[in-house]
Nanobody, 114 residues
Framework: QVQLVESGGGLVQPGESLRLSCAAS????????MGWFRQAPGKQRELVAA???????SYADSVKGRFTISRNNAKTTMYLQMNSLKPEDTAVYYC????????WGQGTQVTVSS
């Protein structure tokens, strides 16, 4: 069974940065298109960034130019570098396949507030 563990969230001020990490079992990071999702209170979970097997990346318009998805060379860990954070980025962030195929982890809370 695939396990997904997100970490790296926290409370930051607008304009600051955070780096999220996703540890996944079962080598899925090297096998499938992976994504970072977020869910804000009262809103549906949305896909904000994805990375394909060969490394092609894609982003939601709301984070394009500010967020960068990547993975380590061993393809065991996935990252989301978040720069120029805005209050509207406040959400619980999750990793999963881009289609949300696996059981969701606990997520990591990101709060952007002055």
């Amino acid at each position: 069974q695939v396990q997904l563990v997100e970490s790296g969230g926290g409370l930051v001020q607008p304009g600051e940065s955070l780096r999220l990490s996703c540890a996944a079992s079962g080598s899925i990071i090297s096998m499938v298109v992976m994504g970072w999702f977020r869910q804000a209170p009262g809103k549906q979970r949305e896909l904000v960034a994805a990375i394909a097997r060969l490394g092609t990346t894609s982003y939601a318009d709301s984070v394009k130019g500010r967020f960068t998805i990547s993975r380590n060379n061993a393809k065991t860990t996935m990252y989301l570098q978040m720069n120029s954070l805005k209050p509207e980025d406040t959400a619980v962030y999750y990793c999963n396949s881009a289609s949300g195929s696996y059981d969701w982890g606990q997520g990591t809370q990101v709060t952007v507030s002055s």
